[in-house]
């Protein structure tokens, strides 16, 4: 069975520029969350969804970052525009019940 | 808003020796979680926890959902040299305010 599938796995960035990331969450996962994890630290959440529904979006900069899961399957995080501090390692999960799987996460360089 | 401290924040070991390590909260839980991070990877889920109390073993590694709700354990026993990476607590609230919150990871070093 295929997990979290992310892309890209690297992106490196102008600062203002926008930046998008995409993720595929495991078949049959209808919950499905964007993390952002600065180095040395805990995954923090941005969003997560119930299907389609952005169900908790507290955390997410809504200034500059946007997300959708359109279909209730794959979901796009979107930065515009980017600022220095953005520059993290994004990952995507997904889960059934309360077990989130991890893709393998979007190294963002902001310059 | 909901914090885990996680401990240690790192450890270095001898191949062979056994590691905990652990985390606790201000909060009750519903469900732990025990992840592995390795460089460039996500985290990898090792270990979920559902009841207080509850003891459950992966191989090597054992972890424990404490009485209170609010703590958890993992122990690795015999390390190996693969044993080296990030280790995550989360800890899971649920109901209609479901949240999963991460601990700031224990980096495990292992000296062959």
């Known amino acids: 069975e295929a997990g979290v599938v992310q892309s890209p796995r690297y992106k490196i960035i102008e600062k203002k520029q926008p930046v998008a990331f995409w993720c595929n969450p495991i078949s049959g996962h209808n919950t499905l969350y964007w993390y952002r994890q600065n180095l040395g630290q805990g995954p923090e959440l941005l969003i997560r969804y119930e299907n389609e529904e952005a169900v908790d979006d507290s955390q997410l900069p809504k200034d500059r970052f946007s997300a959708e899961r359109l279909k209730g399957v794959d979901s796009t995080l979107k930065i515009q525009p980017a600022e220095l501090g953005d520059s993290a390692v994004y990952l995507c999960?997904?889960?059934?019940?309360?077990?989130?799987?991890f893709g393998q996460g979007t190294r963002l360089t902001v310059v | 808003g909901q914090q885990l401290n996680q401990s240690p924040q790192s450890m270095f070991i001898q191949e062979g020796e056994d590691v905990s390590m652990n985390c606790t909260s201000s909060?009750?839980?519903?469900?732990w979680l025990w992840y592995k991070q390795e460089p460039g990877e996500g985290p990898v889920l090792l270990i979920a926890l559902y009841k207080a109390g509850e003891l459950t073993s992966n191989g090597r590694l054992t972890a424990q959902f404490g009485i209170t709700r609010k703590d958890s354990f993992l122990n690795i026993s015999a390390s190996i040299p693969s044993d080296v990476g990030i280790y995550f607590c989360a800890g899971v609230s649920g109901g209609s305010n479901y949240k999963l919150t991460f601990g700031k990871g224990t980096l495990l070093t292992v000296n062959p």
């Open positions: 909060s009750i839980f519903n469900t």
């Open positions: 999960a997904s889960s059934f019940g309360s077990e989130a799987f």
